[in-house]
């Protein structure tokens, strides 16, 4: 059955309200992008040794499991890149094609990343389901392979705790995501264990079945991580408590009487925002300009914003905005 239209996001992938930290100083772009290029590579080579030591060790010890957990790792490596790409091409700056910057590679890397991990835990999970349909051939392992899942454990969940710092730090979605990823690992490679455990004790099948356990979490994992990438890049809006905050701070501009028609969209991790601002009807077209242009520094220099359009209304005047249609000249109001 096909999920809602409208979803929310996962709130292991929330990030601290920019403006909670108004008074803080601001990451630079430059600064995020180091930091997302230092922790991925480091996922990079924790993961490519992981991947080799489990793929290895599962083959010598006819462990189904261990090798499932292997390939997730490796598929965590092309993941890896997928994000060091992408945190490259998300801070190059606005050009013609690309006039609000190209800050949606990330959320594009966020859905193939989704993609990949959907289409591994897929397989993985087909694959278990048809040793299990033979489950007399499934062989016994050997307790190298015990020891193995916890060497994996114990490298997955400390890797995701160093992500998930530095995702918070930079305050970067696609870092928080690829945290999970390696949090979902740590998750596998125990349930991979106590599949394992149980076949050591006797029970054959319970390999297979953690294989099919770890398949299924993967692509649950990815199934979450592409849909929410879709809706950000269909625009959707920033959440609502952001939006508020927003509002908030335009209308504690001096000058701005009151907001209506706040809309944002969502631009990777930035938001683009337009917004009405109803002013004195009395003043003049330059007075308007200037509040409008400080309510838009106000916003740009307190929250996660790239760009901010502005409409100026006068104050408890009949907004044309919303007269639908508009028909002829008879339909707006007389002055005299």
Not at 103 to 116: D, P, V, Y
Not at 153 to 170: D, G, I, N, P, Q
Request: contains cysteine; proline residues 5%; charged residues 20%.
């Amino acid at each position: 059955m096909p999920p809602p239209t409208q979803v929310a996001t996962p709130s292991y992938m929330t990030l601290p309200s920019p403006s909670d930290h108004a008074d803080d100083s601001q990451e630079s772009a430059a600064a995020r992008a180091k930091a997302a290029q230092k922790s991925t590579w480091v996922s990079v080579l924790v993961n490519l040794g992981l991947s080799c030591a489990q793929v290895t060790t599962g083959l010598i010890t006819s462990s189904q499991a261990l090798v499932a957990d292997g390939v997730h790792s490796l598929s965590d490596l092309v993941a890896d890149f997928v994000v060091l790409v992408a945190s490259h091409q998300s801070q190059k700056a606005p050009d013609e094609d690309h006039p609000y910057g190209h800050h949606r590679f990330e959320t594009g890397a966020s859905l193939a990343l989704g993609l990949l991990l959907l289409g591994v835990g897929g397989g993985m999970l087909w694959q278990s389901v048809l040793r299990l349909e033979t489950p007399g051939q499934v062989p016994q392992v050997h307790i190298a392979a015990l020891w193995m899942a916890l060497v994996a454990l114990l490298a997955k969940e400390t890797l995701f705790r160093y992500m998930l710092s530095v995702a918070k730090r930079v305050r970067s979605s696609l870092l928080v995501a690829n945290a999970w990823h390696a949090r979902s690992d740590a998750a596998s490679s125990l349930v991979v264990g106590l599949g394992i455990l149980g076949n050591l004790l006797g029970y054959p099948i319970f390999d297979p079945i953690a294989a099919a356990i770890v398949g299924f979490m993967v692509a649950r994992m990815g199934w979450t991580f592409a849909w929410a990438a879709l809706h950000d890049l269909m625009d959707r809006s920033a959440d609502e408590q952001e939006v508020q905050s927003i509002r908030l701070t335009l209308s504690e501009t001096p000058g701005v009487i009151d907001v209506h028609d706040v809309r944002t969209r969502k631009m990777g991790d930035m938001i683009v925002v337009d917004a009405h601002l109803e002013v004195d009807a009395e003043i003049t077209v330059e007075a308007g300009h200037d509040i409008a242009v400080a309510a838009q520094q106000r916003v740009l220099s307190r929250h996660n914003v790239i760009s901010m359009m502005t409409h100026v209304d006068p104050y408890r005047r009949p907004d044309l905005d919303h007269i639908e249609p508009l028909g002829s000249l008879e339909s707006l109001p007389n002055e005299r």
